[in-house]
């Protein structure tokens, strides 16, 4: 596949602006960002990045249209995202090869993340009709009570590399369906996935007459980043990325109590319990650790292997780590492409070493690759629980394999990162699943039996608990973030009763 002929099918030219209001802008002022290829290392092309007055521009087309949109029923929201879902639909082939070629997933990842995000617009739909409050017994006679919920405003998203599309989309078509407006901060290794989904969308809108409705702001944290977590009108903030920005976005909304949804750091693990079905826990481990080259934030980067499997286990993993064909991202036999940038790779080998300072043995992999491009080899280590590394999420394939006794001890060693994002266990024992799941179990927003800790599917609220922030995005009710809830009292009596039994008379 040629990467121009990608892009231009995707509208995309040699350079392109990188804000969008009501309408593109035309010369952004924010200097100039390149995109590059991660398999090749070549520039793919070059982007308009916006200023500080250009996001206040996009800011004020998102609060402007806000104001209308909010006034449109939210069943005809859902009408737009539905059209918009079968334009993700169309353009299924170019968006995937396009994720694949600017943030180096493999073909089959990058059509996944399309795909996660025309399962998002169908969910999306449904839950138009179904933004349901409740109604409440009131103890005052000829009272009614109930809760309604109401748009909440403008919401920023501030998405990461590793997900370049499929994240945003998480976001932005729940708030769409509760009547928010959306202005997105892509990350700048992917400003040009971004770009074509705003293309993608903004067509749609267009025709529907709402083209404010989803902005783009691609800039740096110092213009871009920093004015719209600072900035009174964006009601939610919903970021993606390390917990070091996380921090920072907590602190800067928090400091005008603006509402975020934090979705960082992970560092998952899963436990092999000694009558686990190995074929099963393998090939999970494999996607799992190997998928999306150890970047996802559900990546596998722990297991726990029961004394009595960790040895015939450990064999057939690096029997099958030998075997992986790592390169180019587009060729459908790959299954490991490129890291995302030369500082992932030095993260990568630097964690290596203070692994190995630290009492670890690399048992298999672990290298740079001679050629263009940021390949490494996926890394096994074979590790204790109380390494400090461990702890860590380093955002490369690296696995740690650690040995342990009995559950109760691979448990404890589970909960014992500050992360909480995803975990699983795979055993045949319904008391050891139990348990797993039990309060006394993992810690995690995720919680899985017999599979891995990455690929969930939207329809359930995405997130994870301490260092990974606590928010959760896509199904279930996560929508409730997205929207104020209202309570409501009415008096259709001629009375006025007061509530706790209360007597106030003059
Ligand atoms: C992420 O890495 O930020 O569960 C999201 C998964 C994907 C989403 C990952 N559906 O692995």
């Known amino acids: 596949m040629n990467p121009q002929e990608i892009l231009a099918r995707l509208g995309i030219g040699e350079w392109s602006p990188g804000a969008c209001g009501a309408a593109w802008l035309d010369h952004p002022g924010g200097g100039e960002l390149l995109s590059y290829n991660p398999s090749t290392g070549e520039p793919l092309a070059r982007v ?16 402007e249209t806000f104001l209308r949109w909010r006034m449109h029923p939210a069943p005809k929201r859902g009408e737009v995202i539905r059209q918009i879902g079968l334009a993700l639909r169309e353009h299924k082939q170019d968006l995937g090869a396009l994720v ?27 839950l138009s009709r179904q933004l349901y409050g409740a109604t409440m017994q009131s ?30 989309s998480w976001n932005a078509f729940i708030a769409a369906v509760c009547g928010d407006t959306v202005i997105w901060k892509p990350s700048s290794e992917t400003p040009l996935c971004a770009i074509a989904v705003q293309r993608i969308c903004r067509r749609v809108l267009e025709d529907n007459g709402w083209p404010g409705v989803f902005t783009l702001a691609i800039g740096r944290g110092s213009s871009v980043g920093e004015r719209l977590l600072a900035d009174p009108r964006v009601a939610l903030i919903s970021a993606t990325g390390s917990c070091q920005m996380g921090y920072r976005v907590a602190e800067v909304v928090g400091r005008r109590l603006g509402r975020t949804i934090l979705e960082l750091g992970g560092n998952n693990g899963v436990i092999i319990e000694p009558d686990a079905d190995l074929n099963l826990a393998l090939r999970a481990v494999l996607f799992g650790a190997v998928g999306t080259a150890g970047q996802r934030c559900t990546t596998i980067r722990r297991i726990f292997l ?43 080998l630097d964690g290596l070493r203070r692994a190995v300072e630290q009492g670890g043995e690399v048992i298999c992999g672990g290298r740079r690759l001679e050629r263009p491009g940021n390949f490494v080899e996926p890394a096994l280590v074979r590790a204790r629980a109380d390494m400090p ?4 999420e380093i955002f490369a394939p690296i696995l740690y394999l650690i040995e342990y006794q009995d559950l109760e001890e691979a448990i404890r060693w589970h909960n014992d990162v500050p992360q909480g994002l995803s975990s699983a266990i795979f055993t045949r024992n319904l008391i050891a699943a139990e348990t797993f799941l039990s309060a006394r179990g993992s810690d995690c927003g995720i919680a899985n039996v017999n599979i891995g800790t990455s690929g969930a599917e939207i329809g359930g609220a995405f997130g994870g608990e301490k260092e990974t922030g ?5 199904g279930s009710d996560a929508w409730k973030a997205y929207m104020r809830r209202q309570t409501v009292t009415i008096n259709w009596s001629s009375d006025l009763p007061l509530a706790q039994g209360i007597r106030f008379e003059i």
């Open 48 to 63: 308009a990045m916006a200023s500080a007055e250009d996001y206040e521009q996009v800011a004020a087309a998102a609060q």
């Open 306 to 348: 029961h004394r009595g499997i960790a040895a015939e286990f450990t064999d057939r993993l690096k029997h099958a780590y030998s075997q992986i064909r790592i390169g180019d991202p587009l060729d459908e036999r790959t299954v490991m492409g490129p890291l995302a940038n030369g500082a992932a790779v030095e993260d990568m």
């Open 389 to 392: 590394i461990v702890r860590e």
């Open 470 to 474: 606590g928010g959760r995005e896509a």
């Open 139 to 168: 103890e005052r006679p000829q009272h009614r009570m109930y809760e309604q919920w109401h748009p909440l405003g403008p919401v920023g998203v501030i998405s990461s590399f590793n997900f370049p599309v499929a994240v945003w």
């Open 100 to 126: 694949s070629l600017e943030m180096g997933k493999i073909l089959a990842e990058g059509l996944g993340e399309v795909q996660e995000m025309i399962d998002m617009a169908d969910f999306a739909v449904g």
